[in-house]
């Protein structure tokens, strides 16, 4: 019997692989995993799922995600372009946990529901290729449209969330919600609000603004307002603070792997605020040069893990790296919400390299006299090049 095991959100793109894995390509058994990252879909999911599939399985891997990938990320500042890496740090850990399904399964191959123009098909299959099972890729295979998609969909009695007027695809975790497809691939075209669903209209957030305190230790979040929080609860409260203030709204035209420009649209007021704040706590433990050095380290890592390699060996190498970074980063840093700002207005530490008394103009602590010798050297080079 030929079985496929097929990465399913419950959304259009994958709902409509079910029967696409049965006609065009002959499997006996469609088993369907939906990975839960912090989705809010998933009794959907899993009701179509059911009903559609061979066998569905829903497997709980929100504690992972964060431990395993959020985590890193803020450790790294993590931002490929102005994006904050939600759906690229989900799609490798769905896919292992998919991959792990289908040797439980015995399966004959593995699928995902990505096009050929994204960025997901690359990040599912660097995961999927380390396995000795085919791997299927109905949507990029028969190369169809979004309204061929509805059109399939309706054909086979598939419920789908989307319309031929209202087409957005949509994807969801602990992280971020992306929103793209339809009107929105125009960068000329501005996005209506009933896009936005974790976040209000900045213009229509209180007028008053709200102050919250954010705990790290060892570059990780530990607290909200005092108060000591698991990961994933942390993250989910300051999605909805965040979000009452319309914290976390992106629009940008972005590289996408394949070298193409997309105009992508992201909610993440979690995401925003805890890399806010982890940088600026950054800023006053590490030194000069850690920072420097560190930039460089923080954008190669971000590039890995927006193209979903985080088994190559430079991935680890850099990660080692950071973390030994990371080891005083601790503190509390305060963050200002409002109107769709979030504002870091105060920060300490244990680890502080900052010194008032070495910086205040009101206290002797240096010999002012003593920095006239290096101000005679400063810009030496610069100077003797003028006399050329």
């Not at 990780?220 to 942390?234: D, E, F, S």
Request: with cysteine.
């Amino acid at each position: 019997m030929k079985k496929v095991v097929l990465s399913y959100s419950g959304g259009l793109d994958t709902s409509i692989c079910i029967p696409l894995l049965r006609e065009h390509y002959n499997f006996d058994s469609v088993v369907t995993v939906t990975v839960d990252v912090g989705q809010p879909d998933l009794k959907e999911a899993q009701k179509k799922g059911e009903k559609f599939s061979d066998r569905h399985y829903t497997v709980d891997a929100k504690d992972e995600f964060v431990h395993d990938y959020i985590f890193p990320a803020i450790k790294a500042n993590g931002n490929y372009e102005g994006y904050v890496l939600g759906t690229a740090l989900a799609r490798p850990l769905i896919a292992k946990k998919t991959v792990e399904i289908a040797h439980k399964e015995k399966a004959n191959a593995l699928a995902h529901g990505c096009t050929g123009k994204g960025n997901d098909q690359f990040r599912f299959e660097a995961v999927f290729r380390t396995t000795n099972l085919d791997v299927i890729a109905p949507r990029r295979d028969l190369n169809l449209t979004r309204e061929e998609e509805i059109e399939y969909a309706r054909a086979h009695d598939i419920p789908v969330p989307v319309t031929k007027a209202k087409p957005w695809s949509v994807d969801e975790n602990l992280w971020s919600r992306s929103i793209e497809g339809g009107k929105l691939e125009d960068p000329g075209y501005a996005p209506p609000e009933e896009i936005f669903q974790w976040t209000v209209p900045p213009g229509k957030a209180p007028n008053n603004p709200e102050i919250i305190r954010v705990g790290f230790k060892k570059g990780v979040p530990v607290a909200l307002n005092g108060k000591r929080m698991n990961g994933v609860a942390l993250i989910q409260r300051l999605n909805e603070i965040g979000g009452q203030h319309g914290v976390g709204r992106t629009d940008i035209i972005e590289d996408r792997i394949l070298g193409l420009k997309a105009r992508e649209n992201y909610e993440h007021p979690a995401a925003t605020i805890l890399l806010t704040a982890h940088k600026d706590l950054e800023q006053v433990v590490l030194t000069r040069d850690e920072i420097k050095f560190k930039m460089l380290v923080d954008a190669t890592w971000a590039e890995l893990a927006y193209h979903g390699l985080v088994d190559d060996p430079l991935f680890a190498d850099l990660s080692a790296l950071i973390d030994k970074t990371q080891e005083r980063v601790t503190g509390e840093v305060k963050v200002q919400l409002f109107k769709g700002n979030a504002k870091v207005v105060a920060r300490e530490s244990p680890n502080a390299l900052y010194s008032k008394e070495l910086v205040s103009f009101d206290v002797k602590m240096l010999d002012s006299k003593a920095t006239e010798g290096y101000a005679k050297f400063y810009g030496l080079q610069a100077r003797l090049f003028k006399k050329l």
